[in-house]
């Protein structure tokens, strides 16, 4: 793992951002197209913003969609789908993109439907965050590290929970859906690349555990440890516990 430190959570987003396109373009260069992984959340703003308007022929980039909340509609300002169509779908003409429907009536169809799709390819780069609790897309502690299923039903612990109140995605913490479809721990660590950004003093304890603590589900974020080319995003905030800062 390469832990990239920058001054701001702006700067961070761009070298993020900057990384992610170099090693896209690389895919491009080597094999003609190219799969990626878009997740989402308030960590997600600066990089999201500056990848868009990086130079890539997003032609040939096919997504997939990291998680969403079950039975909340697209409609609602906290709806993955949404955020990922304003700030990204809409502003790059992608060959093609893969939600998660959260809201389709049976999400073990659903997850079995992306699982489907997206064995069938090869994910070169994989843009991810660190939630407050150490988890990877929703995969809350203690995280499921063994299965094979690329698209998982999960349950949100209330430290998720919380946290997406907190970022003002929703009003109180029963407004926050206790259910949501994640792509599994494995199926991200199958990516050839991973970008992870994870800006903000509220990170930094997750970021230390993620860094410092051995590999263990109930740090799910440690299993980046075991990717062999993963890079770290920080500001000065969230690496302000690490060792050294």
């Given at each position: 793992?390469?832990?990239?430190?920058?001054?701001?959570?702006?700067?961070?987003?761009?070298k993020a951002a900057a990384k992610g396109a170099e090693l896209i373009?690389?895919?491009?260069?080597?094999?003609?197209?190219?799969?990626?992984?878009?997740?989402?959340?308030?960590?997600?703003?600066?990089?999201?913003?500056?990848?868009?308007?990086?130079?890539?022929?997003?032609?040939?980039?096919?997504?997939?969609?990291?998680?969403?909340?079950?039975?909340?509609?697209?409609?609602?300002?906290?709806?993955?789908?949404?955020?990922?169509k304003e700030r990204f779908v809409d502003k790059v003409p992608l060959?093609?993109?893969?939600?998660?429907?959260?809201?389709?009536?049976?999400?073990?169809?659903?997850?079995?439907?992306?699982?489907?799709?997206?064995?069938?390819?090869?994910?070169?780069?994989?843009?991810?965050?660190?939630?407050e609790n150490g988890h990877l897309a929703f995969n809350d502690p203690?995280?499921?590290?063994?299965?094979?299923?690329?698209?998982?039903?999960?349950?949100?612990?209330?430290?998720?929970?919380?946290?997406?109140?907190?970022?003002?995605?929703?009003?109180?913490?029963?407004?926050?859906?206790?259910?949501?479809?994640?792509?599994?721990?494995?199926?991200?660590?199958?990516?050839?690349?991973?970008?992870?950004?994870?800006?903000?003093?509220?990170?930094?304890?997750?970021?230390?555990?993620?860094?410092?603590?051995?590999?263990?589900?109930?740090?799910?974020?440690?299993?980046?440890?075991?990717?062999?080319?993963?890079?770290?995003?920080?500001?000065?905030?969230?690496?302000?516990?690490?060792?050294?800062?």
């Amino acid at each position: 793992m390469e832990i990239i430190i920058s001054n701001t959570k702006e700067d961070l987003g761009r070298k993020a951002a900057a990384k992610g396109a170099e090693l896209i373009r690389k895919a491009l260069a080597e094999k003609g197209e190219v799969n990626i992984i878009v997740a989402t959340g308030a960590s997600q703003f600066e990089m999201l913003e500056a990848l868009v308007k990086e130079d890539v022929d997003w032609s040939k980039v096919t997504g997939f969609h990291l998680d969403e909340y079950i039975d909340l509609p697209v409609t609602h300002p906290a709806s993955f789908r949404k955020y990922l169509k304003e700030r990204f779908v809409d502003k790059v003409p992608l060959k093609q993109f893969y939600y998660v429907n959260g809201d389709t009536g049976d999400p073990e169809i659903e997850c079995k439907r992306l699982g489907y799709i997206i064995r069938a390819r090869t994910i070169d780069v994989a843009f991810i965050g660190i939630g407050e609790n150490g988890h990877l897309a929703f995969n809350d502690p203690p995280a499921d590290f063994e299965t094979d299923e690329p698209y998982l039903v999960v349950e949100l612990d209330e430290a998720c929970r919380r946290q997406q109140m907190s970022e003002g995605w929703f009003y109180t913490l029963e407004d926050v859906p206790r259910r949501a479809i994640s792509m599994s721990i494995r199926q991200i660590l199958k990516s050839k690349a991973i970008i992870c950004s994870v800006p903000d003093e509220r990170k930094s304890r997750a970021v230390q555990g993620a860094v410092e603590s051995g590999v263990t589900p109930m740090i799910p974020a440690t299993a980046l440890q075991e990717h062999s080319a993963t890079w770290l995003f920080l500001d000065k905030a969230s690496a302000s516990l690490l060792s050294g800062q």
